[in-house]
């Protein structure tokens, strides 16, 4: 299987240093281009000789600030040590090793980005797109967890985040991606609605006559997740007795129905999920410790809304197409995606879907939605203006960072007008009519300014 991926070499790497590992990569079956400045290239390798801030400021802009994965490589074994291994993951480089530490590096190479491509190819699927919507690089980074947890592993996830952040669809997915062959059902169990005179019962099934209005047998969810998943959801609300009983079971795949005395079989993938910070409550006392690392092989932990604000609209078209019944959502007004773009979600996504559908019920005619569709009790008090000015506390953080480095204005200047082309293009697929629209310059004036490299 050929793999595509970009290749460069930055710094000083003389010639034939550069082809003899490309020769070495295109033997591993990787064919190798050349990277496009100013848009986004898709996976690569970066090839380095000596670790400085130009190296993490280059990573940062060819992986779009971890959305794209980018794999750096040192081919000078004097330029990786403790401290830039964390400074490279953190520009925005996916993984890295040193080219001359390994007996096969090519194959290395070809083993990571292979592994990617697959993991990323699902990412865009519809099957992940159409039910876990989201551009945002945060929400880019969760769903590739998910996705490769989910198809190349086994293990019992434990999904963190808070309400309404989709925990219950990560779970579906982890599922629908579960490789097994014969796989079978995905049993969900609320942990908020068991009743603890009839938690045997849910779990472990009972025999008839095992207890009053016991007139028939019934499978508990261990029986009915035999060969498929099991979800608990809301784990953390277990009580301690469920607990020590919930362990049993994962560790042993054994179990025992209510009023039986003969032991069943069976084999589940565990998944859970919790709004409450499940380690504090073990280190707490609240929660069994051994049953929390039996839970969470893996854990998952789903961003709020206010930490991936740029999906705000991109879920709101969603939310209306669906409404819409799969026909073309009305555009929205300035002031509309001002307001949307301002508000604050406690509720998370199931908050502006909320939100969604009542400003969508009162909206009439082709046109756009407008301020007059967002019901009263929405609005803002006394018409105070709730938009959040751009140039906010993040803003003035990354500013002043840069000017303890020594940035100067002019470096300022550029590489802001470098990134905001960056986004721009990247957000409307390389279509640079509309990328030049979004950044109010002609067609010219961009093509002038990426041929110039500003």
Sequence with gaps: MEIEAWVHFFGQVDPKTQNEVVGSLTCAGIKTRTLVPDVSNGSGVVFFGELNHGLCTFLR?????????????????????????????????????????????????????????????????????????????????????????????????????????????????????????????????????????????EFFGHERGAFTGAVAARDGAFALADGGTLFLDEVGELPAGLQAQLLRVVQEHTYKRVGSNQWQHTNFRLVCATNKNLYRAVVGGEFRHDLYYRMANWVCQLSPLRERSEDILLLTQYFLRELQHEREPPELDIPVRSFLLGRDYPGNVRELKQ??????????????????????????????????????????????????????????????????????????DGNLQRAAHKLGVTDRALQMRRANGH
Excluded at 394 to 401: A, D, L
Aim: glycine fraction near 8%; hydrophobic fraction near 40%.
């Design 355 to 428: 939100l969604v559908s009542r400003i969508s019920y009162r909206h009439v005619g082709e046109g756009p939605i407008t301020v007059g569709d967002i019901p009263e009790d929405e609005r803002p008090l006394g018409g105070e203006y709730v938009s959040k000015d751009w140039r906010d506390a993040h803003f003035e953080r990354s500013v002043r960072h840069a000017l303890d480095l020594g940035i100067g204005l002019k470096e300022l200047k550029q590489a802001t007008t470098e990134m905001a082309i960056r986004i721009a293009v990247n957000d409307e």
């Design 61 to 201: 802009e060819v992986s779009n600030n971890g959305r794209d994965r980018v794999l750096a490589v040192s081919i000078s074994p004097s330029s990786l040590d403790n401290g830039s291994t964390w400074c490279l993951l953190e520009a925005g480089a996916s993984d890295l090793f040193d080219w001359h530490a390994l007996t096969s590096p090519a194959e290395q190479v070809t083993a990571r980005l292979e592994r990617w491509n697959v993991v990323d190819q699902i990412v865009g699927s519809p099957v992940v797109e159409n039910n876990l919507i989201g551009k945002s690089a945060a929400w880019k980074s969760t769903l590739r967890q998910v996705v490769e947890i989910a198809r190349f592993t086994d293990a019992s996830v434990l999904i963190t985040g808070e309400s309404g952040t989709g925990k219950d669809l990560a779970a579906r997915l982890i599922h629908t991606l579960d490789p097994r062959r014969q796989k079978r059902e995905l049993v969900v169990l609320d942990c908020t609605t068991i009743v603890p005179e009839l938690s045997g019962s």
